[in-house]
């Protein structure tokens, strides 16, 4: 599935301002993932055209802060990142990112809460087309979940679908979305 609104890994060099202050900081890009939440990186810089490259064939090892040890590490290889030198450990700060979100509509209800749900593009004001390329996912409505039988949302609703990975092993995506398909209203 083609997740439009994924967002990506962001850096926080806001939180190291005060601290590099004395510190050696340099480019790096992320080559492997060693283990815990330790990595190997390369120097980069920018070129002419502000573009980064290569600027040393010596890899370093960094730490990634914003992850905890025992999570295994989830940054893939090319992130880039500032590396500061903490008395001889290079440090970063990157966090994972967010979960998935997209707008989606309502294809066809499959019972129990679920739907059939497909991608959407904002092509004007109010208005969505099907996303290209992407295939339908199924969907549950928490709303529906413990408020009674399930195949009350319209098929053709347009949703906000969250994307979030379960315990399994290995995980497995799971969306979700909250309409309130049994809402009641007062005279």
């Not at 590490?73 to 090319?78: E, F, I, Q, S, T």
Request: hydrophobic share 40%.
């Amino acid at each position: 599935m083609n997740m439009t609104n994924a967002t990506p890994h962001q850096g926080c060099s806001e939180r190291w301002e005060q601290v590099s202050a004395a510190k050696a900081a340099q480019l790096v890009r992320i080559l492997e993932h060693q283990e815990d939440n330790y990595y190997t990186a390369r120097p980069i810089a920018f070129d002419a055209q502000g573009a980064t490259e290569p600027s040393g064939a010596d890899d370093i090892t960094v730490v990634n802060l914003a992850e905890m040890p025992e999570d295994g590490g989830k940054l893939p290889a090319d992130v880039e990142a500032i590396a500061l030198d903490t008395g001889g450990r290079w440090v970063i700060f990157v966090r994972p990112p967010s979960p998935l979100l997209m707008i989606a509509k309502v294809i066809s209800a499959l019972g129990d809460a679920a739907y059939s749900v497909r991608e959407q593009v904002a092509i004007g004001a109010g208005t969505f087309a099907d996303a290209g390329g992407v295939a339908d996912v199924t969907a549950c409505n928490l709303a529906e979940l413990s408020l009674g039988p399930g195949s009350a949302v319209d098929t053709g609703s347009i949703v906000t679908v969250r994307g979030i990975t379960d315990n399994g092993d290995p995980p497995v995506m799971r969306y979700v979305f909250d309409h309130p398909a049994y809402a009641k209203y007062l005279d």
